[in-house]
């Protein structure tokens, strides 16, 4: 090869080097500028999400504390439900023992009843058959 050529070719090669040099910074401060953007919307959307986290961290926790509120409410009604239901049967089980006594007075009273009617029933013919021997 000539000199000639040579340095055509090395002068080319020191464009292009001097050219690509020149578009590398450009590129790396483009570069720089988009790492920042995404930086900065990398703390944005950390933010929204810790103060998201936080936020339904509360709304979680009051969830929570309602429930085992509720829970608690559940257990002191059931409680008190199965005191009166014993309650109940107590009373239940005196008014039946009343009301078998009552039945059994009841009954002792039909019978008396009966007996008493059956001897009035007597003394009514027996009246009636000395009302018939005194004519």
């Known amino acids: ?5 040579e340095l055509s070719d090395r002068d080319r090669d020191l464009l292009l080097i001097r050219s690509a040099s020149g578009a ?11 790492l920042q953007q995404t930086k900065s919307l990398m703390k944005t959307t950390e933010a929204e999400s810790e103060s998201k986290d936080c ?9 929570v504390t309602d429930l085992e509120e509720k829970v608690q409410r559940s257990r002191k009604e059931r409680r008190n439900s199965l005191h009166r239901t014993q309650l109940l ?3 239940m089980k005196t008014v039946h023992g009343e009301l078998i006594g009552t039945l ?19 003394r009514e013919e027996a009246m009636r ?3 018939t021997e005194l004519r």
């Open 1 to 5: 090869m000539s000199k000639g050529k």
């Open 24 to 34: 590398k910074p450009t590129q790396m401060a483009q570069m720089e500028r988009m």
């Open 55 to 63: 936020e339904n961290v509360m709304v979680y926790s009051l969830l």
């Open 89 to 91: 049967e107590t009373q």
């Open 104 to 122: 059994d007075h009841l009954q002792e009273l039909r019978n008396k009843l009966r007996r008493t009617q059956q001897n009035a029933e007597e």
């Open 129 to 131: 058959k000395l009302a």
